[in-house]
């Protein structure tokens, strides 16, 4: 603080004289100019966290506002993909979204229940292959005939493939019916790599049938 010195006199003017309480006011010179400047700094501080702070929470807005389209956008979408049974009758988001959860529960089931069929039929499939490979070998599976005598007729009994070469059933029944047997049952039943085919049939005089004779024409 700045110091002052007022000497006085018994002699001195009295207009000379400067009033106690203009001493006692007396302000030293730049005192009021360092506290406005200090004022004023203070006041540009507090606005510049003003203005900062204000930024941050025009940032945040923006942000949430695009946030908040984006889910709009989206949901849009997720709803246009959802059948008209899974939000019948619904209006809240929510109840929606548990549409959307069931929906995809039960694509998942249609999924699964495909997927055996698929395995189901594959297998299938590569088991018919390999019965259609073993088939058209002959050597593989090569045909034959027996032929023995029953009650009422004759038991034949065919095994064979399929090829250019197998004995068909059809030339089996042919052969019969040209021997003056009635054919009553044909059972084919399939094994791996051919089919046996047991016929029975029935004839009025066994004695007209000769057996070995019938089973060597069946084989050639």
Known sequence: ????????????????????????DYVP???????????KLLSTEKSENRNADDKKKSMHRDIERQRRQEMSTLYASLRTLLPL????????????????????KDLQKRIDGLNAKRDEL???????SGFEQGMTSNEAFPSSAVVRQSLDGVE????????????????????????????VNCITTRIDGGLIHTIQTEV???????VPYLEQKLNK
């Open 122 to 128: 594959k297998k299938a499939s590569d088991n018919w």
């Open 156 to 183: 034949v009994v065919i095994s064979t493939s399929v090829g250019p070469k197998a004995l068909t059933l059809s030339r089996v029944l042919q052969l019969l019916l040209e021997e003056g047997l009635d054919v």
């Open 1 to 24: 603080m700045d110091e002052m010195f007022f000497h006085f006199s018994s002699g001195s003017d009295p207009q000379n004289t400067i009033p106690q309480d203009e001493i006692l």
């Open 204 to 210: 009025s005089d066994l004695r007209g049938v000769h």
């Open 85 to 104: 049974e899974y939000i019948k009758g619904k209006r809240a988001i929510s109840d929606h979204m548990n549409g959307a959860v069931s929906y995809v």
């Open 29 to 39: 010179m730049g005192g009021s100019s360092s506290r406005g400047r200090q004022r």
